[in-house]
């Protein structure tokens, strides 16, 4: 027989405490994932969150990359991903070989890496970056030359905030491309009073058109603050859960409903107590690319 919600969600918080487990949900998850967290948030706080915490389980609902950034900083706590499937498109469109290649083009050349990559390639990169940190390292880096992967969207973004010409690679991620220009001229129109956000892994076009960039943390932040009571909202639609819940008196629109990464989706309640039963499935990260990759991920946390 299936479990009612409440009875999953009392058997999830008594396991937590018995395997001394924290549970870590980004900001795209599911409604219900969201509201079991210990911490809920944007990639960069979820790193920061790891590297502090003082559990020996750590339950990350994400993505896979999420995980193994979770892995590269905790090598002695076990990282569980409910779902192993739940992987990053855009993590998948580099990889440490094409990095290689890239590299000997440009020799000299400093590379920044988006944290939606593998562990290999974070090995291969000289400083890692998150959407909320990545125009402050970029404006610190001293450099002929950087070299950004993978989304090409988000390095043109911090290539013209900060003046610095990047090589990028041509990586994106498909839900934020889904985002068209055309879908913000339509809410402009209809809620002219409106903020606008959009998250920088939006295509240039459509970046260059909102009120505000900002990640998927900044956006929970400037909501809480701002006087604006209508909020137009590009970027994936699982981020509206909690800006409704911590905001029940402002207007949250998305700007397209087409913007729903199915990967952020697979995690579900059960998923969460079957793995903190079995313990697994574990994300790992091999000790030699570990410690290359978490020199990269050390300098961002230094840095920010
Ligand atoms: P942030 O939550 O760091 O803004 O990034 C969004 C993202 O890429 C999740 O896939
Ligand atoms: Fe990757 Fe885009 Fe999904 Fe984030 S929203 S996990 S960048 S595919």
């Known amino acids: 027989m299936k479990d009612s919600r409440a009875e999953l969600v009392d058997k999830i918080l008594k396991l937590k405490e018995q395997r001394n487990a924290i549970i870590l949900v980004h900001n795209y998850q599911l409604g219900e994932v969201q509201d079991i967290a210990d911490f809920v948030g944007d990639s960069l706080e979820l790193s920061q969150n790891a590297a502090m915490t003082a559990a020996s389980v750590i339950v990350f609902c994400g993505v896979h990359f999420m995980a193994e950034t979770a892995s590269i900083l905790c090598p002695d706590k076990k990282v569980l991903l409910p779902v192993l499937e739940a992987g990053c498109p855009m993590a998948n469109m580099i990889t440490a070989q094409g990095l290689r290649d890239l590299k000997k083009q440009h020799p000299g050349a400093l590379v920044m890496c ?171 990260v091999p000790e030699d690319i570990r410690v290359k990759a978490k020199r990269a991920v050390d300098k961002m946390i230094e840095v920010s």
Request: hydrophobic share 40%.
């Open 114 to 284: 988006y944290v939606n990559t593998t562990a290999e390639v974070k090995a291969e990169s000289d400083i890692c970056c998150t959407s909320a940190n990545a125009v402050q390292l970029a404006q610190k880096l001293e450099a002929k030359e950087i070299i950004f992967v993978p989304d090409q969207y988000l390095g043109h973004y911090v290539s013209t905030k900060t003046g610095k010409p990047m090589i990028l690679w041509p990586g994106y991620c498909p839900t934020h491309a889904r985002i068209q220009a055309a879908d913000v001229e339509k809410m402009r129109k209809a809620y002219p009073q409106a903020e606008i956000l959009a998250h920088p892994e939006c295509r240039s076009e459509v970046s260059a058109m909102a009120d505000f960039v900002l990640s998927t943390g900044g956006m929970i932040r400037h909501c809480r603050s701002t006087k604006a009571a209508q909020i137009v909202v590009a970027t994936e639609m699982g981020i509206i859960y909690r800006l409704k819940k911590e905001n029940p008196d402002k207007m949250f629109i998305p700007v397209s409903e087409q913007a729903i990464c199915p990967n952020m989706k697979l995690i579900g309640l059960e998923n969460i107590l079957w793995s903190l039963e079995d313990l697994s499935p574990e994300v790992k």
